[in-house]
């Protein structure tokens, strides 16, 4: 007896896969048009995929109007997942995933029409909020708001509840940034740890304190610092073009992504004396061939003309940060320990080149941010073509090279 056609909006021949983010669903169907479509769901269960797999069959087949009733807070947020797959980087995708997940977990039995009252929305934040901290809740309200929005489209609700939701005006907290006083003590440690460690592990040792150099020379984030290559440096000019990024591909490990968090962010920058000397160094700890590889990491680890894992320099920055002499000068200026991780030393370069030149455009240039307020706010207090300068840096924090010095 034969087969009874597969019809609009039918499921048939669902497989189940283990996959690292959990359980993927697939199942044969026709979509409106009665073409045949293989969707596929991933969640962290089986049901839970099942689930997402039926609302993908009933999107394709748009035989039957949606059922509120039968529509949870889980079910809009794989649809939000699935809506801004096509318009973000992997690395943001990942991270998009991590937070449905835990969201999922929390609300994700609450059916749509029960999560409608903006009350309900800002008991859900505040828990968040109480177990996660204010970025969680930040993070939870953009993903809750976009999963209802998604939800608006499909006719699921009438409106978005989370646009109803007053934003606290929270007391702006002064940028967590390194006095000279600080650094010279922190360059005086890292001197101190790259003699002793680099009897045992060679030029590797030096990692860390060239990247803190750069970073405060140049005001770049640490995974931009390590996706230079020999050819992003000029050396009679002194400036590096910072075009790109290392980002770690669940399926191709470490690569280098040829854009930056923002397009317009891709600039040249100017560096003073000592973020150049670090490079300097850099360069001169390799074999003749890996110099004279225009594509080669102008920082590079253990491994020969490999790209720097930025988890190992954390790791490193980690080990110094106990020292009790650091520990003393940091709490000069309130701070803990724990508050100097890589992204200290961008604040800090961009504070010192504002006051430094008077001017919070010169910071906002040299961090490649587009709107002067998030400068202001988070560190200090656009297009390929710009070109701005961290030489002012050499007055504050600067030290006294000696002609050649190489080491």
Wanted: glycine share 8%; proline share 4%.
């Amino acid at each position: 007896m034969a087969r009874p056609a597969l019809r609009v909006g039918e499921m048939r021949t669902v497989s189940y896969l283990a996959v690292p983010d959990g359980v993927r669903a697939r199942c044969r169907t026709r979509d409106s048009g009665g073409v045949l479509r293989r969707p596929s769901s991933t969640a962290l269960t089986a049901d839970a995929a099942l689930a997402g797999l039926a609302m993908q069959v009933r999107r394709l087949a748009m035989a039957a109007p949606w059922a509120s009733e039968d529509i949870t807070m889980g079910d809009v947020l794989r649809l939000w997942i699935e809506d801004r797959a096509h318009e973000v980087r992997p690395q943001t995708m990942r991270s998009y995933l991590g937070l449905a997940r835990w969201l999922e977990m929390m609300i994700g039995a609450v059916p749509v029409i029960d999560a409608q009252p903006p009350s309900r929305i800002r008991q859900i934040l505040a828990e968040v909020e109480a177990g996660r901290g204010a970025g969680a809740m930040q993070k939870a309200r953009a993903a809750i708001g976009g999963a209802l929005g998604v939800a608006v489209e499909q006719g699921i609700i009438d409106h978005n509840p989370v646009r109803e939701i007053r934003r606290r005006k929270r007391r702006p907290s002064m940028p967590r940034t390194l006095n000279p006083h600080q650094v010279a003590t922190l360059r005086a440690l890292l001197e101190e740890r790259e003699d002793r460690v680099s009897r045992y592990v060679g030029a590797s040792a030096y990692v860390l304190g060239w990247v803190i150099e750069i970073m405060l020379g140049s005001g770049l984030r640490i995974n931009e610092v390590l996706a230079l290559r020999h050819m992003d440096v000029d050396w009679k000019a002194n400036s590096v073009t910072v075009t790109g990024t290392l980002v770690d591909d669940p399926k191709l490990g470490l690569v280098r992504q040829g854009e930056l968090k923002a397009r317009e962010q891709a600039r040249t920058i100017y560096l003073p004396e000592f973020a150049m000397h670090a490079l300097e160094r850099a360069r001169e700890s390799r074999t003749r061939r890996v110099k004279e590889s225009q594509l080669s990491p102008a920082v590079q680890g253990r491994v020969p003309d490999a790209w720097c894992y930025a988890r190992n320099v954390r790791r490193s920055l980690r080990h110094l940060r106990e020292s009790p002499a650091l520990v003393d000068a940091l709490s000069a200026t309130g701070l803990v320990s724990s508050d100097l991780t890589p992204h200290i030393f961008r604040r800090t370069a961009a504070t010192l080149v504002a006051l430094s030149t008077g001017d919070l455009r010169d910071a906002q240039l040299l961090l490649g941010h587009s709107d002067k307020r998030t400068t202001m706010r988070s560190y200090a207090g656009v297009a390929f073509t710009t070109v701005t300068s961290a030489t002012a840096l050499d007055a504050s924090i600067g030290r006294a090279l000696s002609a050649g010095e190489i080491r």
